[in-house]
């Protein structure tokens, strides 16, 4: 097998194992007993339909690629460009709402400590990404990962997870936005409510409609004139969060820190608030979907992902021992800390500042929302899998931000945020699954399943740990003894399961200690899954049954990959780092 389908671009410098194989005329059983590709699926060579598949691909992807590429903006993301994006993409609400939330139930003055303990939780998986999208610096994030370890049926359900993340979320953004809106307006400007009630007709959020259309319009515009707005209000809003975190410390009363730990809440409490808080770090992955336009790829996008999750874990600290520090954990309001702890101070042109500000710098994850969405679908399109039309970024540009326009104006999205952060998390395990698979080696198909057993046994325990309680921790020694045994049985191989370097002309970055930072980050995220509502995850499973669906219904009839088979990027253009790939089917 390993045939190859397109290589128009570059001549291949490297193949598959299988591949080099039979190039030296080996003979067949040799040939089964060195081949090593993830979930792979084997055709006969005599299949005529499969044949006449490929046929048809070859033809249409001579077209179909060059038309597509010829959308993709040039690189031009610089890593300030980068980081911009990461930190616009991640702050918002971790700020602004979940650490009033925290500190008056959760951990009271030891916020901070559920900062640092979700801070290390979020770098598990980002040593993951950060490795995946300096060695795959291609537009896609997780589902280009999952697609060049795992196969086309897994990165389909990637793309499904990510759309959550992305189009889902910005409009939960949005309506909040819109509601923030009016309670700004009716609190700091005391606007009567007979206007503010023709900004929310019948349940319908006019404001939140007006700031998607506003930051499709943006995108529609033109690249370099969102990716100026981007970082201008991504920094306008750090700089916020630096205001309020110094005017906190001005206010600092060293009595509010004491107890440290309330008896209340105990240790519990604490570790309760780092699961919340957890979710104040997603977002940060935004980066990788524009590794196709990121410059020197190989470096700024590693760098700005680390770089990325420092700054805000930094932030996110700061803040909150600024919070707890000028008012009592008690006395926090968890809807709006920072503008009435001021107040409670009597410091009201800062609470305004700080109430005002958030208004006007929470739009700029909207607007990254509707910047990463369409290089997703651009990805996919590139791929066959969804239609070619989504390869063009305007196309795609018009198509997410008109479901985002309606989901933000019609959708109230209380019931639907358990749903959405299961998928983001799902996503996250994707990708670190996917690093393990490139950089373990696999025998007989050996690493592909004691990975689906340590994820199977995770969520289980999770689960028991969530909803049985101590019982739970029984079946922790199970998964431990997975990654044990994927760690003994699996050796480390060079990345891709290949013969030769995939990357030749430089170092790139490296997680330590695989395969048991992606799994312990993979039970982490199957931990916080387990903490939301039934309710949530059920929407999640049906979700991913129409990805599956749509999948054999369009994606699969039109490529020549079939489920579980891999493709694998062969080649980064040495002049700008461009990854270019041979669409290689390794089985």
Same mark, same amino acid.
């Given at each position: 097998?390993?045939?190859?389908?397109?290589?128009?671009?570059?001549?291949?410098?490297?193949?598959?194992?299988?591949?080099?194989?039979?190039?030296?005329?080996?003979?067949?059983?040799?040939?089964?007993?060195?081949?090593?590709?993830?979930?792979?699926?084997?055709?006969?060579?005599?299949?005529?339909?499969?044949?006449?598949?490929?046929?048809?691909?070859?033809?249409?992807?001579?077209?179909?690629?060059?038309?597509?590429?010829?959308?993709?903006?040039?690189?031009?993301?610089?890593?300030?460009?980068?980081?911009?994006?990461?930190?616009?993409?991640?702050?918002?609400?971790?700020?602004?709402?979940?650490?009033?939330?925290?500190?008056?139930?959760?951990?009271?003055?030891?916020?901070?400590?559920?900062?640092?303990?979700?801070?290390?939780?979020?770098?598990?998986?980002?040593?993951?990404?950060?490795?995946?999208?300096?060695?795959?610096?291609?537009?896609?994030?997780?589902?280009?990962?999952?697609?060049?370890?795992?196969?086309?049926?897994?990165?389909?359900?990637?793309?499904?997870?990510?759309?959550?993340?992305?189009?889902?979320?910005?409009?939960?953004?949005?309506?909040?936005?819109?509601?923030?809106?009016? =309670?700004?307006?009716?609190?700091?400007?005391?606007?009567?409510?007979?206007?503010?009630?023709?900004?929310?007709?019948?349940?319908?959020?006019?404001?939140?409609?007006?700031?998607?259309?506003?930051?499709?319009?943006?995108?529609?515009?033109?690249?370099?004139?969102?990716?100026?707005?981007?970082?201008?209000?991504?920094?306008?809003?750090?700089?916020?969060?630096?205001?309020?975190?110094?005017?906190?410390?001005?206010?600092?009363?060293?009595?509010?820190?004491?107890?440290?730990?309330?008896?209340?809440?105990?240790?519990?409490?604490?570790?309760?608030?780092?699961?919340?808080?957890?979710?104040?770090?997603?977002?940060?992955?935004?980066?990788?979907?524009?590794?196709?336009?990121?410059?020197?790829? =190989?470096?700024?996008?590693?760098?700005?992902?680390?770089?990325?999750?420092?700054?805000?874990?930094?932030?996110?600290?700061?803040?909150?021992?600024?919070?707890?520090?000028?008012?009592?954990?008690?006395?926090?309001?968890? =809807?709006?800390?920072?503008?009435? #702890?001021?107040?409670?101070?009597?410091?009201?042109? #800062?609470?305004?500042?700080?109430?005002?500000?958030?208004?006007?710098?929470?739009?700029?994850?909207?607007?990254?929302?509707?910047?990463?969405?369409?290089?997703?679908?651009?990805?996919? #399109?590139?791929?066959?899998?969804?239609?070619?039309?989504?390869? =063009?970024?305007?196309?795609?540009?018009?198509?997410?931000?008109?479901?985002?326009?309606?989901?933000?104006?019609?959708?109230?999205?209380?019931?639907?945020?358990?749903?959405?952060?299961?998928?983001?998390?799902?996503?996250?395990?994707?990708?670190?699954?996917?690093?393990?698979?490139?950089?373990?080696?696999?025998?007989?198909?050996?690493?592909?399943?004691?990975?689906?057993?340590?994820?199977?046994?995770?969520?289980?325990?999770?689960?028991?740990?969530?909803?049985?309680?101590?019982?739970?921790?029984?079946?922790?020694?199970?998964?431990?003894?997975?990654?044990?045994?994927?760690?003994?049985?699996?050796?480390?191989?060079?990345?891709?399961?290949?013969?030769?370097?995939?990357?030749?002309?430089?170092?790139?970055?490296?997680?330590?200690?695989?395969?048991?930072?992606?799994?312990?980050?993979?039970?982490?995220?199957?931990?916080?899954?387990?903490?939301?509502?039934?309710?949530?995850?059920?929407?999640?499973?049906?979700?991913?049954?129409?990805?599956?669906?749509?999948?054999?219904?369009?994606?699969?009839?039109?490529?020549?990959?079939?489920?579980?088979?891999?493709?694998?990027?062969?080649?980064?253009?040495?002049?700008?780092?461009?990854?270019?790939?041979?669409?290689?089917?390794?089985?």
């Amino acid at each position: 097998c390993g045939q190859q389908i397109n290589t128009s671009e570059v001549e291949l410098h490297q193949r598959s194992p299988r591949t080099q194989q039979d190039n030296n005329d080996t003979t067949a059983a040799d040939a089964d007993d060195t081949g090593e590709g993830a979930f792979s699926l084997e055709y006969p060579d005599d299949d005529d339909d499969h044949q006449q598949l490929e046929e048809e691909h070859q033809q249409h992807q001579q077209t179909q690629t060059h038309n597509i590429h010829d959308s993709l903006p040039s690189r031009h993301l610089s890593l300030f460009d980068l980081v911009s994006i990461g930190v616009g993409g991640t702050i918002g609400s971790g700020i602004f709402v979940l650490n009033g939330l925290i500190a008056n139930s959760y951990a009271g003055p030891a916020t901070f400590i559920s900062w640092i303990v979700s801070g290390i939780a979020a770098l598990l998986s980002g040593c993951c990404y950060a490795e995946l999208s300096g060695r795959i610096p291609t537009a896609g994030s997780s589902y280009a990962y999952a697609f060049v370890a795992l196969g086309e049926l897994p990165a389909y359900i990637t793309a499904f997870m990510l759309t959550l993340e992305f189009l889902l979320s910005g409009s939960a953004v949005a309506r909040s936005w819109g509601d923030k809106v009016v =309670e700004w307006l009716r609190v700091e400007l005391s606007v009567s409510e007979e206007f503010l009630s023709m900004l929310q007709p019948y349940g319908i959020n006019l404001m939140a409609c007006f700031i998607s259309i506003v930051t499709t319009l943006l995108v529609l515009w033109g690249v370099r004139e969102s990716k100026l707005v981007t970082d201008f209000f991504t920094w306008v809003k750090v700089f916020l969060v630096i205001f309020m975190t110094v005017g906190g410390f001005t206010l600092f009363n060293p009595a509010n820190m004491t107890p440290l730990v309330p008896p209340e809440f105990g240790a519990a409490g604490v570790l309760r608030g780092s699961i919340s808080s957890f979710f104040g770090y997603l977002g940060f992955d935004a980066v990788c979907c524009v590794a196709g336009e990121a410059i020197n790829p =190989e470096r700024n996008l590693p760098l700005s992902i680390v770089i990325t999750l420092c700054f805000v874990t930094f932030l996110y600290i700061a803040a909150a021992i600024s919070l707890v520090g000028m008012q009592y954990y008690q006395d926090i309001s968890p =809807e709006s800390g920072f503008p009435e #702890a001021f107040k409670a101070n009597n410091v009201e042109w #800062a609470a305004q500042l700080t109430a005002a500000g958030e208004v006007a710098t929470l739009p700029v994850v909207v607007l990254i929302s509707i910047i990463i969405q369409p290089r997703l679908q651009f990805a996919m #399109a590139n791929d066959g899998l969804i239609p070619e039309w989504f390869g =063009e970024m305007k196309n795609g540009a018009m198509f997410a931000g008109v479901l985002m326009t309606i989901f933000a104006t019609f959708v109230p999205f209380s019931a639907l945020d358990d749903f959405v952060s299961a998928g983001i998390l799902v996503a996250f395990t994707i990708t670190n699954c996917s690093l393990v698979v490139m950089r373990c080696e696999s025998v007989n198909h050996r690493l592909e399943k004691l990975l689906a057993m340590f994820n199977l046994s995770s969520f289980f325990t999770c689960m028991m740990l969530s909803h049985v309680g101590h019982v739970g921790w029984i079946f922790t020694p199970l998964p431990l003894f997975i990654a044990w045994k994927i760690s003994h049985t699996c050796p480390p191989t060079s990345f891709g399961n290949t013969q030769t370097q995939l990357y030749r002309h430089e170092k790139y970055f490296t997680t330590p200690m695989v395969p048991y930072v992606p799994c312990l980050g993979m039970f982490v995220n199957y931990f916080l899954i387990a903490q939301l509502s039934i309710f949530g995850i059920g929407c999640l499973l049906v979700y991913a049954c129409v990805a599956v669906a749509l999948y054999f219904a369009y994606g699969s009839c039109k490529v020549t990959t079939r489920g579980w088979e891999v493709r694998q990027y062969s080649q980064v253009d040495a002049k700008d780092g461009r990854v270019i790939h041979s669409d290689a089917v390794i089985t």
